[in-house]
């Protein structure tokens, strides 16, 4: 059972160039004291890069980790660095990085490429709180907090224990104290909570920045469930702010530079249906964007394939993000790693909180109920064959059912005489309307074309169905015109494109 699964990861157990069996830890003698280790994985210039220790699958494979540390410290004797670790059974499979890190389960072997990549990062790695934050990337003090923050939960420290005698450097003398004196380190997975239009992209960007220049991370994906969350990252993230590393955008597995980048962006869709192809190792840090709202499914599965060290982005208040989120964070105590909400962020006027005007009809606000009909519109519906106890609609149900031309007017009058004006006064100023269905928006925009048609580009219908390649989004972001779009529930993609409209300009209409 174990055999494939070696092979899959391109151990090919013919090549003994890359693999040997029971090979005696200690040189080649015949009768070794120390044992023989099961397989023994080697890199190009004859050093050895891991050990495999293999137990029956009725054997709990932990149980052997004493005998692989025995393995791997006595091999270190014989060459410049100490060899990784795999404990396997079959069934489970163990990563061990002895003196590093504790044995987690991975979902597969690592390949030889992934080995020299985790051996360089270890000889080579710095704390991640020693390099300092780019000012160029993130330039607000929140920002820079969200990184130390992770940072701290990432980096392993070795702070001795008041108290306690350190002369033998034993493990006992020491804990896992971050600078801030907060507990913990030696985590892999952290959650960032950032109140929308506070910077969550550009504070991704500079930690990534971070985890390069430590050299902690050498392969990094960016993964979101929004194609122009996606194409955000890649464009005005990766290229603008890491112009020096390659990146792109993976579409598919064949695609060229599915292989030989350093920066990775790519939607969870496509992540799903291509994410075997890709060794368990093959990256060294994962960003999942609006995480809470793809936790489930197989965005679970991608968490537990990787095993690079993986951070959560959300704009969701933390008291709305389920607890099934926190913990697949490593959150335990329902906290998580950083938090700057929506009300830090207008006390420290970098957001400006926004005023609602409501502008709703009595019909709309409360439906139309035939017990709550005067008798004279009763009767005027029986003189026109309608039963008046059968009509019964809610007012959202109105715009679904009943086509009022007269009330779209009505509204696009009161849109125009209160939102927020151009320097002119006389155009409005960014303004996105939500319709409740794609119809119902095309009807807004006929009727808005009818009531004015000097202002033939002012209003443009903006849905999922009327984009292409995000040309109407990327004009309403960074044109003159459109003015008003006219969206159905696509809260997402405004969230991407400045929805912080409605948050700075705190008199527009929405």
Not at 257 to 273: D, E, G, I, K, P
Request: charged letters at 30%; a negative charge; one cysteine or more.
């Amino acid at each position: 059972m174990i055999d494939p699964q070696l092979e899959q990861a391109g151990w090919y157990l013919r090549d003994h160039s890359k693999v040997k069996e029971e090979i005696p830890v200690d040189g080649y003698d015949a009768e070794p004291w120390n044992g023989i280790s099961d397989y023994t994985l080697y890199r190009e210039n004859g050093e050895v890069l891991a050990v495999v220790e293999a137990k029956k699958t009725a054997v709990d494979v932990r149980l052997a980790e004493a005998q692989l540390t025995h393995y791997v410290t006595e091999i270190e004797k014989r060459q410049s660095f100490r060899p990784f670790g795999f404990l396997a059974n079959g069934l489970e499979i163990h990563f061990v990085d002895v003196g590093h890190a504790h044995k987690r389960e991975v979902f597969g072997f690592f390949t030889r490429e992934d080995l020299e990549n985790l051996l360089y990062i270890r000889q080579n790695a710095k704390p991640l709180g020693s390099i300092e934050i780019s000012n160029e990337i993130v330039d607000r003090s929140y920002q820079h907090e969200a990184i130390r923050r992770v940072c701290e939960a990432f980096d392993v420290y070795n702070v001795p224990k008041p108290g306690v005698d350190t002369s033998s450097r034993s493990e006992e003398a020491f804990g896992t104290v971050a600078p801030s004196g907060r507990l913990g380190g030696g985590k892999r997975k952290a959650l960032i909570v950032m109140a929308t239009g506070t910077g969550k992209t550009r504070t991704t960007m500079g930690l990534i920045d971070v985890f390069m220049r430590s050299n902690q991370a050498r392969r990094i994906l960016f993964v979101a469930d929004r194609d122009a969350l996606v194409e955000q990252a890649k464009d005005d993230g990766f290229e603008k702010f890491i112009p020096s590393e390659p990146c792109t955008r993976l579409h598919s597995w064949d695609d060229p530079n599915a292989r030989t980048q350093r920066l990775y962006a790519v939607t969870l869709q496509t992540l799903s249906n291509i994410f075997e192809q890709f060794s368990p190792a093959f990256f060294d840090l994962i960003v999942f964007d609006e995480v809470h709202r793809s936790i489930y499914n197989k965005f679970n599965e991608v968490l537990e394939y990787f095993d690079g060290r993986q951070v959560g982005l959300t704009a969701t208040p933390a008291d709305y993000i389920n607890r099934d989120t926190f913990l697949a964070f490593d959150c335990t105590d329902g906290k998580p790693t950083y938090l700057y909400t929506y009300q830090q962020a207008i006390d420290d006027k970098f957001l400006v909180d926004y005023n609602l005007y409501s502008a709703r009809t009595k019909f709309q606000r409360q439906g139309i109920h035939g017990v709550d009909l005067t008798e004279e519109e009763r009767n005027a519906l029986i003189e026109k064959g309608l039963d008046p106890d059968d009509i019964n609609y809610e007012g959202t149900e109105l715009e679904r059912e009943v086509s009022n031309r007269d009330t779209l007017r009505k509204q696009w009058e009161e849109i125009w005489e209160v939102c927020k004006k151009d320097s002119s006064g006389q155009l409005p100023g960014k303004t996105i309307v939500f319709a409740i269905t794609q119809d119902h928006a095309l009807r807004l925009q006929a009727a808005f074309d009818e009531m004015y048609p000097q202002f033939p580009n002012l209003t443009k219908v903006i849905t999922h169905k009327s984009e292409y390649r995000g040309t109407l989004v990327d004009a309403f972001k960074k044109k003159d015109g459109p003015r008003i779009a006219i969206s159905v529930d696509m809260l997402s993609v405004w969230t991407v494109y400045n929805f912080k409209i409605l948050l700075i300009r705190k008199d527009v209409f929405k």
